[in-house]
Protein backbone atom coordinates (compact mmCIF):
# COMPACT_ATOMS: atom_id res chain seq x y z
CA UNK A 1 0.00 0.00 0.00
CA UNK A 2 1.26 3.57 -0.99
CA UNK A 3 1.80 5.66 1.54
CA UNK A 4 -0.33 8.71 2.39
CA UNK A 5 -0.54 11.82 4.15
CA UNK A 6 -3.53 11.94 6.62
CA UNK A 7 -5.60 14.64 6.85
CA UNK A 8 -8.10 13.85 9.60
CA UNK A 9 -6.54 12.23 12.95
CA UNK A 10 -9.26 9.71 14.42
CA UNK A 11 -8.57 8.98 18.32
CA UNK A 12 -10.05 5.70 19.80
CA UNK A 13 -10.01 5.19 23.65
CA UNK A 14 -10.72 1.77 23.87
CA UNK A 15 -9.20 -1.46 21.41
CA UNK A 16 -12.65 -2.58 20.30
CA UNK A 17 -13.29 1.47 18.83
CA UNK A 18 -10.25 0.91 17.56
CA UNK A 19 -11.01 -1.84 15.79
CA UNK A 20 -14.33 -0.56 14.51
CA UNK A 21 -12.87 2.58 13.03
CA UNK A 22 -10.35 0.30 10.80
CA UNK A 23 -12.98 -2.07 9.66
CA UNK A 24 -15.12 0.92 8.12
CA UNK A 25 -11.91 2.47 6.70
CA UNK A 26 -12.62 2.15 2.24
CA UNK A 27 -8.88 0.60 2.58
CA UNK A 28 -7.02 -0.13 5.00
CA UNK A 29 -3.02 -0.81 6.17
CA UNK A 30 -2.64 -4.73 6.36
CA UNK A 31 -1.76 -4.57 9.85
CA UNK A 32 -2.08 -1.76 12.79
CA UNK A 33 1.55 -0.31 13.57
CA UNK A 34 3.11 0.09 17.02
CA UNK A 35 4.40 3.72 18.11
CA UNK A 36 6.42 4.63 20.62
CA UNK A 37 7.83 1.14 21.47
CA UNK A 38 4.26 -0.64 21.45
CA UNK A 39 2.66 2.52 23.75
CA UNK A 40 -0.51 2.66 21.28
CA UNK A 41 -1.04 1.38 17.84
CA UNK A 42 -2.45 3.56 14.52
CA UNK A 43 -3.44 2.39 10.89
CA UNK A 44 -4.03 4.65 8.41
CA UNK A 45 -6.44 4.24 5.12
CA UNK A 46 -9.17 6.45 3.52
CA UNK A 47 -12.54 7.26 3.67
CA UNK A 48 -13.78 8.27 0.29
CA UNK A 49 -11.38 10.79 -0.70
CA UNK A 50 -10.36 11.70 2.70
CA UNK A 51 -6.99 10.45 3.91
CA UNK A 52 -7.49 8.97 7.68
CA UNK A 53 -5.08 7.94 10.39
CA UNK A 54 -6.32 5.94 13.48
CA UNK A 55 -5.22 6.08 16.75
CA UNK A 56 -5.86 3.47 19.99
CA UNK A 57 -4.63 5.49 22.64
CA UNK A 58 -2.96 4.35 25.80
CA UNK A 59 -5.31 2.67 28.44
CA UNK A 60 -6.57 5.39 31.33
CA UNK A 61 -8.88 5.54 33.54
CA UNK A 62 -12.26 7.57 32.10
CA UNK A 63 -11.38 11.05 33.44
CA UNK A 64 -7.85 10.89 31.40
CA UNK A 65 -8.53 9.05 28.43
CA UNK A 66 -7.52 11.04 25.74
CA UNK A 67 -3.57 10.70 26.69
CA UNK A 68 -2.04 14.25 25.84
CA UNK A 69 1.49 13.11 24.95
CA UNK A 70 -0.02 10.73 22.70
CA UNK A 71 -2.07 12.94 20.89
CA UNK A 72 0.83 15.82 21.01
CA UNK A 73 3.08 13.14 18.97
CA UNK A 74 0.45 12.52 16.82
CA UNK A 75 -0.38 16.12 15.88
CA UNK A 76 3.76 17.10 15.91
CA UNK A 77 3.89 14.22 13.23
CA UNK A 78 1.39 15.46 11.23
CA UNK A 79 1.42 19.47 11.50
CA UNK A 80 -0.86 19.68 8.02
CA UNK A 81 -3.83 17.93 9.99
CA UNK A 82 -6.99 19.06 9.28
CA UNK A 83 -9.22 17.88 11.94
CA UNK A 84 -9.35 15.29 15.11
CA UNK A 85 -12.08 12.86 16.10
CA UNK A 86 -11.97 10.94 19.03
CA UNK A 87 -14.55 8.19 19.68
CA UNK A 88 -14.80 6.39 22.74
CA UNK A 89 -16.81 6.25 26.24
CA UNK A 90 -18.43 8.31 28.67
CA UNK A 91 -18.58 7.08 31.76
CA UNK A 92 -22.01 8.41 34.14
CA UNK A 93 -24.42 10.91 32.97
CA UNK A 94 -24.03 13.99 31.35
CA UNK A 95 -26.84 15.49 31.69
CA UNK A 96 -30.44 14.37 32.74
CA UNK A 97 -31.86 14.67 29.03
CA UNK A 98 -28.93 12.07 27.82
CA UNK A 99 -29.88 8.41 28.38
CA UNK A 100 -27.18 5.33 28.89
CA UNK A 101 -26.82 4.22 24.79
CA UNK A 102 -27.44 7.56 23.19
CA UNK A 103 -24.66 9.20 21.67
CA UNK A 104 -23.16 13.01 22.18
CA UNK A 105 -21.23 15.01 19.62
CA UNK A 106 -18.97 17.78 20.72
CA UNK A 107 -17.47 20.01 17.82
CA UNK A 108 -14.87 23.14 19.01
CA UNK A 109 -11.42 24.37 18.06
CA UNK A 110 -8.94 23.47 20.14
CA UNK A 111 -5.39 25.61 19.94
CA UNK A 112 -2.59 27.07 22.20
CA UNK A 113 -3.72 29.80 25.08
CA UNK A 114 -3.40 33.21 23.21
CA UNK A 115 -4.47 31.77 19.38
CA UNK A 116 -7.45 33.04 17.94
CA UNK A 117 -9.04 30.76 16.15
CA UNK A 118 -10.45 31.46 12.23
CA UNK A 119 -14.03 32.82 12.64
CA UNK A 120 -14.44 31.03 9.61
CA UNK A 121 -16.02 27.13 10.50
CA UNK A 122 -13.72 24.24 9.28
CA UNK A 123 -15.31 21.76 6.36
CA UNK A 124 -15.82 19.52 9.33
CA UNK A 125 -17.49 22.16 11.65
CA UNK A 126 -19.95 22.57 8.85
CA UNK A 127 -20.67 19.09 8.38
CA UNK A 128 -21.61 18.65 12.05
CA UNK A 129 -23.92 21.09 11.36
CA UNK A 130 -25.32 19.50 8.09
CA UNK A 131 -26.00 16.29 9.91
CA UNK A 132 -27.76 18.10 12.47
CA UNK A 133 -30.06 20.10 10.28
CA UNK A 134 -30.64 16.54 8.25
CA UNK A 135 -31.02 14.29 10.89
CA UNK A 136 -31.54 16.15 13.92
CA UNK A 137 -31.65 14.17 17.12
CA UNK A 138 -32.68 10.58 15.29
CA UNK A 139 -29.56 7.74 15.89
CA UNK A 140 -31.79 5.06 14.08
CA UNK A 141 -29.60 5.19 10.93
CA UNK A 142 -26.43 4.52 13.12
CA UNK A 143 -27.31 0.84 12.33
CA UNK A 144 -25.83 -1.68 9.74
CA UNK A 145 -28.75 -4.13 9.72
CA UNK A 146 -30.06 -5.70 7.11
CA UNK A 147 -33.76 -4.21 7.05
CA UNK A 148 -32.24 -0.66 6.94
CA UNK A 149 -30.29 0.57 4.37
CA UNK A 150 -26.24 2.12 5.31
CA UNK A 151 -25.05 5.74 5.33
CA UNK A 152 -22.95 4.41 2.51
CA UNK A 153 -22.28 2.04 0.19
CA UNK A 154 -18.66 1.10 1.88
CA UNK A 155 -20.81 -0.12 5.11
CA UNK A 156 -22.81 -2.24 3.23
CA UNK A 157 -20.49 -5.32 3.37
CA UNK A 158 -18.67 -4.37 6.96
CA UNK A 159 -18.56 -7.19 9.42
CA UNK A 160 -19.52 -5.82 12.55
CA UNK A 161 -22.69 -6.98 14.92
CA UNK A 162 -25.74 -6.06 13.83
CA UNK A 163 -28.18 -6.80 16.62
CA UNK A 164 -27.46 -4.71 19.45
CA UNK A 165 -27.75 -6.03 23.27
CA UNK A 166 -31.05 -6.03 25.02
CA UNK A 167 -29.38 -3.91 27.65
CA UNK A 168 -28.93 -0.65 25.40
CA UNK A 169 -31.51 1.16 22.84
CA UNK A 170 -32.15 0.03 19.12
CA UNK A 171 -31.64 3.67 18.31
CA UNK A 172 -30.03 6.16 20.17
CA UNK A 173 -30.79 9.74 20.17
CA UNK A 174 -27.66 12.08 19.52
CA UNK A 175 -27.41 14.96 21.41
CA UNK A 176 -25.28 18.00 20.04
CA UNK A 177 -23.31 19.52 23.12
CA UNK A 178 -21.60 23.18 22.98
CA UNK A 179 -18.20 23.27 25.13
CA UNK A 180 -17.91 27.12 24.08
CA UNK A 181 -20.97 28.33 26.29
CA UNK A 182 -20.39 29.97 29.19
CA UNK A 183 -19.19 28.51 32.54
CA UNK A 184 -22.29 27.18 34.13
CA UNK A 185 -24.71 27.18 30.83
CA UNK A 186 -23.43 23.57 29.05
CA UNK A 187 -23.89 20.14 29.47
CA UNK A 188 -20.63 19.20 28.75
CA UNK A 189 -19.04 19.77 31.87
CA UNK A 190 -18.23 16.35 32.24
CA UNK A 191 -16.45 16.81 29.21
CA UNK A 192 -13.97 18.68 29.72
CA UNK A 193 -11.35 16.42 30.86
CA UNK A 194 -11.20 15.11 27.46
CA UNK A 195 -10.73 18.18 25.68
CA UNK A 196 -8.07 19.25 28.68
CA UNK A 197 -5.38 16.67 27.10
CA UNK A 198 -5.99 17.71 23.47
CA UNK A 199 -5.64 21.27 24.59
CA UNK A 200 -2.50 20.63 26.03
CA UNK A 201 -1.23 18.59 22.85
CA UNK A 202 -2.12 21.22 20.16
CA UNK A 203 -0.24 23.85 22.76
CA UNK A 204 2.95 22.05 23.25
CA UNK A 205 3.08 21.68 19.26
CA UNK A 206 2.44 24.79 17.95
CA UNK A 207 5.25 26.63 20.70
CA UNK A 208 7.60 24.01 19.31
CA UNK A 209 6.82 25.14 15.62
CA UNK A 210 5.43 21.74 14.66
CA UNK A 211 1.76 22.36 14.82
CA UNK A 212 -1.06 24.63 13.77
CA UNK A 213 -1.86 26.87 16.46
CA UNK A 214 -5.46 25.04 16.84
CA UNK A 215 -7.10 22.88 15.22
CA UNK A 216 -10.93 21.46 14.82
CA UNK A 217 -11.88 19.04 16.92
CA UNK A 218 -15.03 16.23 17.54
CA UNK A 219 -15.78 13.84 20.36
CA UNK A 220 -18.03 11.69 19.37
CA UNK A 221 -19.15 9.60 22.69
CA UNK A 222 -21.39 6.88 23.90
CA UNK A 223 -22.84 7.32 27.21
CA UNK A 224 -22.78 4.75 29.16
CA UNK A 225 -22.36 2.90 32.51
CA UNK A 226 -22.14 -0.64 31.31
CA UNK A 227 -19.26 -0.43 28.47
CA UNK A 228 -16.04 -2.59 29.63
CA UNK A 229 -16.53 -4.53 33.00
CA UNK A 230 -20.34 -5.65 33.24
CA UNK A 231 -21.11 -5.31 29.41
CA UNK A 232 -21.22 -7.99 27.17
CA UNK A 233 -19.25 -8.11 24.05
CA UNK A 234 -22.46 -7.96 21.57
CA UNK A 235 -23.15 -4.33 23.74
CA UNK A 236 -19.82 -3.17 23.19
CA UNK A 237 -19.05 -3.67 19.64
CA UNK A 238 -22.76 -2.15 19.09
CA UNK A 239 -21.78 1.07 20.62
CA UNK A 240 -18.26 1.14 18.72
CA UNK A 241 -19.98 0.30 15.08
CA UNK A 242 -22.83 3.23 16.44
CA UNK A 243 -19.80 6.11 16.99
CA UNK A 244 -17.98 5.14 14.03
CA UNK A 245 -20.87 5.00 11.91
CA UNK A 246 -21.25 8.37 12.46
CA UNK A 247 -17.26 9.38 12.20
CA UNK A 248 -17.74 7.85 8.77
CA UNK A 249 -20.98 10.33 7.58
CA UNK A 250 -18.78 13.34 8.92
CA UNK A 251 -15.57 12.44 7.26
CA UNK A 252 -17.73 11.66 3.68
CA UNK A 253 -19.78 14.84 4.06
CA UNK A 254 -17.36 17.00 5.59
CA UNK A 255 -15.32 16.03 1.97
CA UNK A 256 -18.28 15.96 -0.47
CA UNK A 257 -20.87 19.09 0.76
CA UNK A 258 -20.57 22.14 1.60
CA UNK A 259 -23.33 25.37 1.65
CA UNK A 260 -25.50 25.75 -1.78
CA UNK A 261 -26.49 29.07 -2.08
CA UNK A 262 -30.42 29.52 -3.57
CA UNK A 263 -29.38 31.84 -5.91
CA UNK A 264 -27.33 28.42 -8.23
CA UNK A 265 -30.65 26.20 -7.74
CA UNK A 266 -33.47 28.97 -8.37
CA UNK A 267 -35.46 27.86 -11.33
CA UNK A 268 -33.69 24.51 -12.16
CA UNK A 269 -36.26 22.45 -12.40
CA UNK A 270 -39.11 21.80 -14.13
CA UNK A 271 -43.22 21.03 -13.25
CA UNK A 272 -44.64 17.86 -14.78
CA UNK A 273 -47.82 16.82 -15.94
CA UNK A 274 -49.75 15.25 -13.67
CA UNK A 275 -50.74 11.11 -13.72
CA UNK A 276 -53.25 9.22 -14.50
CA UNK A 277 -55.76 8.87 -11.24
CA UNK A 278 -54.64 6.63 -8.80
CA UNK A 279 -56.10 3.30 -8.12
CA UNK A 280 -57.25 3.52 -4.31
CA UNK A 281 -57.97 0.64 -2.27
CA UNK A 282 -60.87 -0.60 -0.46
CA UNK A 283 -61.00 1.53 2.89
CA UNK A 284 -62.81 -0.73 5.80
CA UNK A 285 -66.78 0.20 6.09
CA UNK A 286 -67.96 1.99 8.78
CA UNK A 287 -71.43 1.73 10.65
CA UNK A 288 -71.84 5.07 10.63
CA UNK A 289 -75.68 6.45 12.11
CA UNK A 290 -77.29 9.58 10.60
CA UNK A 291 -78.08 12.39 12.99
CA UNK A 292 -78.79 15.28 10.51
CA UNK A 293 -77.47 16.60 6.95
CA UNK A 294 -74.43 18.38 9.00
CA UNK A 295 -71.48 17.23 6.93
CA UNK A 296 -67.97 16.12 9.11
CA UNK A 297 -64.65 17.18 7.36
CA UNK A 298 -61.67 14.92 9.31
CA UNK A 299 -58.42 16.31 7.85
CA UNK A 300 -55.33 14.15 9.14
CA UNK A 301 -52.66 16.67 9.41
CA UNK A 302 -51.45 19.43 11.50
CA UNK A 303 -50.28 21.18 8.06
CA UNK A 304 -52.04 24.90 8.27
CA UNK A 305 -51.63 24.58 4.29
CA UNK A 306 -53.60 21.49 3.37
CA UNK A 307 -55.90 22.23 6.40
CA UNK A 308 -56.62 25.34 4.30
CA UNK A 309 -56.63 23.55 1.02
CA UNK A 310 -58.99 20.83 1.95
CA UNK A 311 -61.96 23.32 3.98
CA UNK A 312 -61.83 24.89 0.46
CA UNK A 313 -62.52 21.75 -1.31
CA UNK A 314 -65.51 21.23 0.70
CA UNK A 315 -66.58 24.87 0.54
CA UNK A 316 -66.89 24.81 -2.99
CA UNK A 317 -68.73 21.70 -3.05
CA UNK A 318 -71.42 22.18 -0.64
CA UNK A 319 -74.51 24.69 -0.72
CA UNK A 320 -75.03 27.58 1.86
CA UNK A 321 -78.10 25.71 3.84
CA UNK A 322 -75.35 22.73 4.83
CA UNK A 323 -73.59 23.18 7.84
CA UNK A 324 -69.96 22.13 7.69
CA UNK A 325 -67.50 20.99 10.91
CA UNK A 326 -64.24 20.29 10.63
CA UNK A 327 -62.26 18.26 13.01
CA UNK A 328 -58.60 17.96 12.89
CA UNK A 329 -56.95 14.45 13.72
CA UNK A 330 -53.64 14.45 13.24
CA UNK A 331 -52.49 10.66 12.76
CA UNK A 332 -49.52 8.82 11.42
CA UNK A 333 -49.16 7.73 7.71
CA UNK A 334 -47.03 4.40 8.49
CA UNK A 335 -45.03 5.30 5.50
CA UNK A 336 -42.10 6.94 7.08
CA UNK A 337 -40.75 10.21 6.62
CA UNK A 338 -40.18 10.63 3.15
CA UNK A 339 -41.96 8.32 1.15
CA UNK A 340 -41.14 7.08 -2.34
CA UNK A 341 -42.71 5.29 -5.37
CA UNK A 342 -46.35 3.20 -4.45
CA UNK A 343 -45.67 4.52 -0.66
CA UNK A 344 -47.81 7.80 -1.52
CA UNK A 345 -50.64 6.71 -2.10
CA UNK A 346 -50.34 4.16 0.96
CA UNK A 347 -49.62 6.70 2.58
CA UNK A 348 -52.33 8.66 2.12
CA UNK A 349 -54.75 5.49 2.18
CA UNK A 350 -52.79 4.62 5.84
CA UNK A 351 -53.81 8.24 7.00
CA UNK A 352 -57.77 8.10 6.41
CA UNK A 353 -58.06 4.68 7.92
CA UNK A 354 -56.27 5.96 11.05
CA UNK A 355 -58.22 8.53 11.48
CA UNK A 356 -61.16 6.68 10.93
CA UNK A 357 -60.40 4.35 13.82
CA UNK A 358 -60.23 7.71 15.79
CA UNK A 359 -63.45 8.27 15.13
CA UNK A 360 -65.11 5.38 17.26
CA UNK A 361 -63.71 6.73 20.14
CA UNK A 362 -66.66 8.22 22.41
CA UNK A 363 -65.53 12.00 22.07
CA UNK A 364 -66.16 11.78 18.15
CA UNK A 365 -68.95 10.05 18.30
CA UNK A 366 -70.37 12.48 20.84
CA UNK A 367 -69.61 15.51 18.40
CA UNK A 368 -71.46 13.32 15.41
CA UNK A 369 -75.04 13.21 17.87
CA UNK A 370 -74.20 17.40 18.72
CA UNK A 371 -73.36 18.65 15.46
CA UNK A 372 -76.08 16.62 13.35
CA UNK A 373 -73.70 14.84 11.25
CA UNK A 374 -75.22 12.97 8.53
CA UNK A 375 -72.14 12.86 6.14
CA UNK A 376 -68.18 12.16 7.41
CA UNK A 377 -65.69 13.07 4.48
CA UNK A 378 -62.42 12.41 4.88
CA UNK A 379 -59.46 13.84 3.18
CA UNK A 380 -55.43 12.89 2.97
CA UNK A 381 -52.98 14.45 1.20
CA UNK A 382 -49.55 13.10 1.14
CA UNK A 383 -46.33 14.20 -0.74
CA UNK A 384 -43.81 11.46 -2.32
CA UNK A 385 -40.92 11.24 -4.54
CA UNK A 386 -41.16 9.22 -7.36
CA UNK A 387 -37.95 8.03 -8.76
CA UNK A 388 -38.53 4.01 -10.38
CA UNK A 389 -39.59 3.94 -14.04
CA UNK A 390 -38.51 7.69 -14.67
CA UNK A 391 -35.47 9.60 -15.95
CA UNK A 392 -35.29 12.22 -13.13
CA UNK A 393 -36.58 11.91 -9.37
CA UNK A 394 -39.54 14.42 -8.95
CA UNK A 395 -41.93 14.97 -6.22
CA UNK A 396 -45.90 14.63 -6.74
CA UNK A 397 -48.49 14.81 -3.95
CA UNK A 398 -51.37 12.65 -4.03
CA UNK A 399 -54.81 13.73 -2.61
CA UNK A 400 -57.33 11.05 -1.18
CA UNK A 401 -61.28 12.25 -0.50
CA UNK A 402 -62.86 9.10 1.27
CA UNK A 403 -67.03 9.30 1.93
CA UNK A 404 -67.26 7.03 4.79
CA UNK A 405 -70.53 7.81 4.87
CA UNK A 406 -71.46 6.30 1.36
CA UNK A 407 -68.26 4.14 1.36
CA UNK A 408 -67.29 6.08 -1.87
CA UNK A 409 -63.91 7.59 -2.61
CA UNK A 410 -62.17 10.00 -5.24
CA UNK A 411 -58.63 10.52 -5.37
CA UNK A 412 -56.01 12.47 -8.03
CA UNK A 413 -52.24 13.39 -8.21
CA UNK A 414 -50.97 16.62 -8.73
CA UNK A 415 -48.21 17.55 -11.15
CA UNK A 416 -44.90 16.91 -10.47
CA UNK A 417 -41.90 18.42 -9.68
CA UNK A 418 -38.26 17.65 -10.46
CA UNK A 419 -35.65 17.20 -7.79
CA UNK A 420 -32.00 16.94 -7.74
CA UNK A 421 -30.92 13.26 -8.11
CA UNK A 422 -28.14 14.04 -5.99
CA UNK A 423 -30.27 14.77 -2.60
CA UNK A 424 -32.85 11.71 -2.93
CA UNK A 425 -29.92 10.11 -2.82
CA UNK A 426 -28.41 11.29 0.39
CA UNK A 427 -32.02 11.04 2.32
CA UNK A 428 -32.10 7.44 1.35
CA UNK A 429 -28.32 7.57 2.81
CA UNK A 430 -30.29 7.83 6.06
CA UNK A 431 -31.95 5.01 6.02
CA UNK A 432 -35.56 3.45 5.87
CA UNK A 433 -38.32 2.43 8.52
CA UNK A 434 -39.07 -1.48 7.56
CA UNK A 435 -39.48 -0.54 3.55
CA UNK A 436 -36.89 0.50 1.06
CA UNK A 437 -40.05 3.40 0.10
CA UNK A 438 -40.58 4.57 3.61
CA UNK A 439 -37.80 7.12 4.27
CA UNK A 440 -36.28 8.04 7.43
CA UNK A 441 -35.50 11.58 6.26
CA UNK A 442 -37.03 14.32 4.07
CA UNK A 443 -35.62 15.08 0.78
CA UNK A 444 -37.21 18.44 1.57
CA UNK A 445 -34.76 18.36 5.34
CA UNK A 446 -31.78 17.54 3.09
CA UNK A 447 -32.31 20.29 0.72
CA UNK A 448 -32.84 22.91 3.36
CA UNK A 449 -29.81 21.58 5.20
CA UNK A 450 -27.43 22.09 2.47
CA UNK A 451 -29.26 25.30 0.98
CA UNK A 452 -29.38 28.91 3.75
CA UNK A 453 -33.16 30.00 4.18
CA UNK A 454 -34.95 27.39 2.01
CA UNK A 455 -38.14 26.29 3.06
CA UNK A 456 -37.80 22.58 3.51
CA UNK A 457 -41.48 22.19 3.16
CA UNK A 458 -42.06 23.90 -0.11
CA UNK A 459 -38.75 24.24 -1.80
CA UNK A 460 -40.60 24.00 -5.19
CA UNK A 461 -41.16 27.19 -5.28
CA UNK A 462 -37.63 27.90 -5.21
CA UNK A 463 -36.45 25.24 -7.87
CA UNK A 464 -39.36 25.08 -10.29
CA UNK A 465 -40.81 28.85 -9.52
CA UNK A 466 -44.44 27.60 -7.81
CA UNK A 467 -45.44 26.64 -4.44
CA UNK A 468 -46.12 23.36 -3.34
CA UNK A 469 -49.35 24.08 -1.79
CA UNK A 470 -50.24 26.24 -5.31
CA UNK A 471 -50.12 23.29 -6.88
CA UNK A 472 -51.89 20.84 -4.62
CA UNK A 473 -54.54 23.28 -4.94
CA UNK A 474 -54.95 22.95 -8.90
CA UNK A 475 -54.90 19.33 -8.67
CA UNK A 476 -58.02 19.45 -6.22
CA UNK A 477 -59.53 22.04 -7.93
CA UNK A 478 -60.49 19.77 -10.49
CA UNK A 479 -61.66 16.67 -7.74
CA UNK A 480 -64.90 15.21 -8.23
CA UNK A 481 -67.03 14.52 -4.73
CA UNK A 482 -67.22 10.99 -3.90
CA UNK A 483 -71.58 10.31 -3.37
Not at 123 to 146: C, H, P, R
Not at 199 to 226: N, Q
Not at 247 to 253: F, G, V, Y
Not at 356 to 373: F, T
Amino acid sequence: MTEMIPTIGWMCDEPSFFRAARALLDEDSETPSAKSADKYLYSQGHIGSTNVVIYQLPQAPPAERTDHQSVEELVGNLSHLEAILVTGVVDGTVSPKINDGDIVICSTITGSEGSTPSSTPSTVQLAVEIIKKEVGADGSWLTMSASSSTPSETLENVATVQTPSENIPRHPQLHYLNFDAPDGQTDAGILQGRLKGLKKAVAACAKTGRGKTSIPVVLILVVTRKFGIGGDNLQNEDLCSKTGLYAIELIKTSSETTPISSTILQGTEKILQTLADPEIPPFEPQQLPVYGNAFLLVIPTANQYKIRICKKYIEDRVTDDVAVHTVILPVESDVGEQPYNAAGVVGAHNRISNAMHRLQDEEYKAILRSKGIGTVILMAIENYIQFDGVQRPADYGVVVVHNASAQKSTGCFSCGVTVPPAFVDRARRFGYAGNPNYGRVTVGQILAAHVPGLDKADWHKLLAGRSRYDILEDAIGKLSFPR
